[in-house]
């Protein structure tokens, strides 16, 4: 299976993917501390494959957040939403510092450099900017067989708007795709299940 992962972290998916010793996984990750431990960890498997970039709509170079709080996992492309603190209190919604300059590239574009015929599973954790992750496919969005998108619901984490589970949903079934949504957090030690965020689930 061809895996791509977009937004690594500290690979607490990346090990489970590469349980499979068929399997194939581009694993994405930005932040240059985070991407070490990820290579130290995997680089010595050959089906492993990581790119220190983040994935946008754009190709090119973008002020990337970093919060150090937790495992990490609230870095983004993206500022906070302004009334966050208001509606969902976490002590990681805070950035301590950014790169100036992340390479942002799109996943057609990686596609055809790496000459990816087709995904057979997709996941997606891009803080706020998932839903461009989609539509940086282009039209390659059709050779993607399935995969997992995490957005928002309740509660709008960025200041984005379109990240929301009530326009990325109806745009993977325009496309062809069996939906399923799912609180974040469902089935992973010490989350809080509240429905802010949801994971939709998608194939064809």
């Given at each position: 299976?061809?895996?791509?992962?977009?937004?690594?972290n500290q690979g607490q998916d990346t090990e489970k993917f590469l349980e499979n010793i068929n399997n194939?996984?581009?694993?994405?990750?930005?932040?240059?501390?985070?991407?070490?431990?990820?290579?130290?960890?995997?680089?010595?498997?050959?089906?492993?494959?990581?790119?220190?970039?983040?994935?946008?709509?754009?190709?090119?170079?973008?002020?990337?957040?970093?919060?150090?709080?937790?495992?990490?996992?609230?870095?983004?492309?993206?500022?906070?939403?302004?009334?966050?603190?208001?509606?969902?209190?976490?002590?990681?919604?805070?950035?301590?510092?950014?790169?100036?300059?992340?390479?942002?590239?799109?996943?057609?574009?990686?596609?055809?450099?790496?000459?990816?015929?087709?995904?057979?599973?997709?996941?997606?954790?891009?803080?706020?900017?998932?839903?461009?992750?989609?539509?940086?496919?282009?039209?390659?969005?059709?050779?993607?067989?399935?995969?997992?998108?995490?957005?928002?619901?309740?509660?709008?984490?960025?200041?984005?708007?379109?990240?929301?589970?009530?326009?990325?949903?109806?745009?993977?079934?325009?496309?062809?795709?069996?939906?399923?949504?799912?609180?974040?957090?469902?089935?992973?030690?010490?989350?809080?299940?509240?429905?802010?965020?949801?994971?939709?689930?998608?194939?064809?």
């Amino acid at each position: 299976m061809i895996i791509i992962e977009v937004g690594a972290n500290q690979g607490q998916d990346t090990e489970k993917f590469l349980e499979n010793i068929n399997n194939v996984v581009y694993s994405f990750e930005p932040i240059p501390e985070l991407a070490f431990k990820l290579w130290e960890k995997h680089g010595q498997n050959k089906n492993f494959h990581l790119i220190t970039a983040a994935v946008d709509i754009e190709n090119g170079w973008k002020k990337f957040n970093i919060s150090k709080g937790g495992d990490w996992g609230c870095s983004s492309l993206h500022d906070f939403a302004p009334y966050l603190n208001t509606v969902w209190q976490r002590p990681d919604f805070k950035y301590d510092s950014f790169l100036a300059n992340a390479m942002c590239i799109r996943l057609d574009t990686f596609m055809d450099l790496f000459n990816i015929k087709e995904i057979d599973y997709i996941h997606i954790d891009a803080q706020g900017n998932d839903f461009n992750v989609l539509k940086s496919l282009g039209e390659k969005i059709n050779v993607v067989r399935s995969g997992v998108v995490e957005v928002s619901n309740k509660v709008e984490l960025y200041d984005v708007k379109d990240n929301h589970v009530s326009i990325v949903k109806p745009w993977l079934e325009e496309r062809g795709y069996t939906t399923r949504v799912e609180d974040d957090g469902v089935g992973k030690p010490m989350a809080t299940i509240n429905g802010n965020e949801v994971n939709i689930f998608f194939n064809r």
